[in-house]
């Protein structure tokens, strides 16, 4: 009988071990999960900083807001993923500071284009 109970006692070995294997993977799976949310929302953050510093750069040199969003691109080297954000760029008039709203797009609109 002795034989019996050590297969039985090494069969829950077996499955605590899958299910321990199981939920460290889970665990790893959204902790990789969690890492690249907090990177978007840090790009995003980046993205809204760096246009500010370039449209008060410009107007600080040039006494005037910049007059779109690709004069900020070809003149102050405004670089970013166009796929991931979309940037509205609304002026009003060349002394008065632009509306910026910077805009996440969603993973199946990026699929589409």
Do not use: W
Request: glycine content about 6%.
């Amino acid at each position: 009988m002795a034989r019996f109970a050590r297969k039985r006692h090494s069969r829950n070995h077996a499955y605590v071990r899958l299910v321990a294997a199981v939920l460290v993977i889970v665990a790893f799976g959204i902790g990789i999960h969690l890492i690249s949310v907090g990177d978007v929302n840090r790009q995003e953050k980046n993205l809204r900083q760096a246009l500010e510093n370039d449209i008060t750069a410009c107007y600080s040199m040039e006494g005037r807001y910049p007059e779109s969003l690709s004069y900020l691109k070809q003149n102050y080297g405004l670089i970013y993923n166009e796929k991931m954000f979309y940037v509205d760029y609304q002026v009003t008039g060349s002394n008065i500071r632009p509306v910026v709203t910077v805009i996440r797009r969603d993973a199946a609109s990026e699929d589409q284009e």
